[in-house]
């Protein structure tokens, strides 16, 4: 049975105190499931509190229940859900995307996400290019361009993935650039790979490069696969 309003009323602050102040974290876990599943917006600030909460969980939930608002996230709601890309948790990560996605639209969240990406500090420049890559919006292709050209290898390598996940195959000149020259074994694994998934011919002389002179075994094995791939596709 859905709560009536006076008693959403009544409960919602009562959620919220549980969910900041209770030592006990299946409670608080308890109180971020149920502020989602009430979905008033009262709960939101103390649910984007809790998304820096010591428990994955309760990051979890109260991410989670950020997206079950039926309103639009304040902006400073949403720049937290971005942070939350950042956590090491893959659950946190993967009900923030959800919730950015849920309770912000399209159009609104990609100025928001290069407005970010501006920030100098690199876990900030690593979880805005997660968003990008988990929201998977076509509209996000130049900005993960951009971001190929970050100095942080990580930044690089969460860039290709995204704009792996995107499928337009434009981005595969820019794979291959970074297989032969990136300096980082990550950048050019993740280059490797996505090629893979989306090459054909034109990527076979790179790919036989790679094999022949890239030191690392990752790379090598990533690239023999992915030069099998595109022999297999000559039409790719």
């Known amino acids: ?90 659950g946190v990560k993967q009900a923030a995307a959800t919730a950015l996605g849920n309770a912000l639209p399209q159009a609104e969240i ?39 050209k970050d100095e942080d290898p990580r930044v690089r390598q969460i860039a290709i993935s995204g704009l792996g996940e995107l499928a337009d195959i434009r981005a595969l000149t820019l794979f291959r650039k970074f297989l032969l020259n990136d300096p980082d074994e990550g950048v050019r694994t993740e280059a490797a790979f996505r090629i893979g998934i989306l090459g054909g011919k034109n990527d076979i002389p790179a790919l036989k490069q790679a094999v022949e002179t890239d030191p690392t075994p990752n790379v090598h094995l990533w690239a023999s696969w992915a030069l099998k791939e595109a022999t297999s596709n000559p039409d790719g």
């Open 1 to 90: 049975m859905e709560p009536r309003a006076h008693d959403v009323k009544t409960l919602v602050p009562v959620l919220a105190e549980l969910l900041l102040h209770d030592p006990q974290a299946d409670t608080r876990r308890t109180a971020a499931l149920s502020l989602g599943k009430v979905a008033d917006s009262n709960g939101i600030p103390a649910l984007t509190t809790s998304l820096q909460d010591p428990d994955d969980l309760v990051r979890e939930y109260s991410a989670w229940a950020l997206g079950q608002m039926d309103t639009e996230l304040p902006k400073n709601v949403a720049l937290a859900l971005i942070m939350a890309l950042g956590d090491p948790s893959t």
């Open 110 to 148: 990609l100025p928001l996400l290069k407005q970010v990406l501006a920030i100098s500090e690199v876990s900030t420049r690593r979880s805005v290019v997660q968003a990008l890559s988990e929201l998977e919006m076509p509209s996000s292709y130049k900005v993960l361009i951009d971001a190929t």
